[in-house]
Structures are given as C-alpha cells and as structure tokens.
C-alpha cells in the first residue's frame, strides 16, 4: 500500500458512508445526488456488472462518466476479467477502482495496472486500489496483496441480487481481517446495510460503508442520508 493524499483524507474522515446509485431517481438524479451531498455525504458508489460474474447487468464506463458530480467516484467493478476495463473506467473518472478477488486469475496484474494510471479529477489525489471479498471467500487470499492496495471491501451478501439481508458472519470476518492487515488499509463492508444496523456495522470499525437502498428509498434521500451519516458519527 502506498500512501497518497485520498489514502490520508478518506482514513482521517472514516467512517463515513458511499451512496449506492442503482436505486436513485434517475429521473431526477442530479437533485437527488446534491441532496446527498448536502447531507454529508462524500463518496457516490457506482455497481458495474456485466451479468456474468453476477446475475445482475446494470452499466458501465459511459455512465460513470456521464454523471458529473463533485462526489467522489467509487466504482465497484462486479464483473469477469477486469484488466481490460480499468483504463475505460479510471477515465471516467473513478477516484476508487475495487476489484473482486474471484473475478481474474491474475489479480496482481490488476493491481499493477491500476497502480501506473493517474486520477482524471485530480492527479495529485491518487486512485485507490480495492479488492472485494465474496461473503465465502477465504480472507487469507488479501495478504499477498497487501503491497498493491488501498482497500479492502467485504461483501456481507453474495452479489447480483437485490433486498438481500446482512449476513451475521461479517462482523467475525470484520474482525478477523483487522487484525490481519491492522491500519495498512481502508476496510470497507457492502450489502445489507440498512438503518436498523448502519451504527452497530460502524462500531465493528468499518471505515467505509456502503448503503443504497436505505438512502434512495423513493421517499426521503436527504432525511435517510442524514440519518445515516449521523448514526456512523455516533
């Protein structure tokens, strides 16, 4: 892991919550997303499947790029065979590029490549490197990558399905793979988080929190964005 100045900033403001999309008023999307914002939150998180790593085919790099925002990108990549859609993805802006472990065979390319390509928002901000871990995936595969990464995002569903409830295991692995990588990177915990268990995933020391539904409910954005960022403040 490299130190750089989104490395510094994103460890100095955790935790904090990413803002999935996939259920926000497309409709109505940049109002939606200066709500968000207005409420405290940073980072907006984009879920690209290509509906063969996971059932679920949503978009791509176009659409990434296409939403103009001053939020941070945080792209998740849920897709097979990454290496060739990082260039196309970086360009569209991406500020955090995560990668699934199970996705290639050769996961270090990845991370190599991801390592020479430079932010198109800002280049003195870095892009950090993620790897996201499958609610069965064994967490001893993070520790031969632990030089090429920023990041480390454990999914507490299996990918590609919607309304999925949190696993209860994701606390233990939590734990676990704290003590496995201590403050070398960001941790980061995906799928399932809902108002009822936003402060208690907080409390088990996640430095990003990644919410959508909970937040575009098709209600109330703005009220369900400060609920959540106050309960991780808490």
């Known amino acids: 892991m490299q130190s750089q100045p989104l490395f510094d ?70 897709i097979d065979e990454p290496l060739t859609k990082l260039e196309s993805h970086v360009a ?31 280049p003195k901000r870095g892009i950090l490197r993620g790897l996201a871990l499958n609610p069965g995936t064994r967490l001893e595969s993070v520790e031969p990558l632990l030089d090429q990464l920023e990041l480390v995002l454990l999914l507490a569903v299996n990918p590609g399905w919607g309304g999925q409830k949190f696993i209860p295991s994701t606390s233990a692995r939590l734990a676990r793979l704290k003590q496995m990588v201590g403050d070398k990177v960001l941790i980061g915990v995906d799928g399932g988080i809902t108002r009822d268990n936003i402060a208690e995933v907080a409390q088990m020391g996640a430095d990003i929190i990644v919410t959508g539904s909970a937040v575009f409910d098709g209600k109330s954005p703005l009220e369900n964005a400060r609920f959540m960022v106050d309960a991780i403040r808490k």
């Open 92 to 122: 569209a802006g991406a500020d955090i590029v995560t990668v699934q472990a199970e996705s290639t065979r050769h996961i270090h390319r990845v991370f190599q490549a991801l390592g020479k390509m430079t932010n198109f928002n800002d």
């Open 9 to 78: 900033q994103l460890r100095a403001a955790s935790p904090q919550i990413s803002v999935g999309m996939l259920t926000a008023d497309w409709m109505a999307l940049g109002a939606e997303l200066k709500l968000i914002e207005t409420a405290g939150v940073r980072l907006l998180h984009f879920d690209v499947m290509d509906g063969n790593f996971c059932p679920m085919m949503t978009f791509g790099a176009p659409v990434v790029a296409g939403i103009k925002t001053p939020l941070l990108k945080d792209v998740h990549l849920m």
